[in-house]
């Protein structure tokens, strides 16, 4: 039995673009865990962003649906306020 290549693992700590990716791009995140800043949150996304999804959001022409995109951006902020909850930061 082979083994199935893992897909590489994208980490930003852009909150914007990580909902974005999930929204448009059937990305999942992985983990949000701290940076050694301990404001910033990193969040670890299960796929890779293409060049073409990278171009779409930063010239604003990417296109996704804005109540999914509000729900992904409030989940995101709960996870990162969790992780910095738990490990002290302020």
């Known amino acids: 039995m082979t083994k199935r290549a ?3 693992l994208y980490e930003t700590e852009k909150l914007t673009f990580a909902a974005y990716l999930i929204t448009a791009c059937q990305n999942e995140l992985v983990s949000a865990r701290p940076t050694g800043q301990n404001r910033k949150v990193v969040f ?3 796929q890779v962003p293409t060049q073409d999804q990278l171009r779409t959001f930063f010239d604003g022409t990417a296109k996704v649906s804005a109540l999914r995109y509000a729900e992904v951006i409030n989940r995101l902020k ?3 306020y969790e992780v910095l909850r738990c ?3 302020s």
């Open 87 to 89: 490990n002290g930061a």
């Open 44 to 46: 670890q996304l299960s």
């Open 6 to 8: 893992t897909p590489p």
């Open 78 to 80: 709960g996870a990162a």
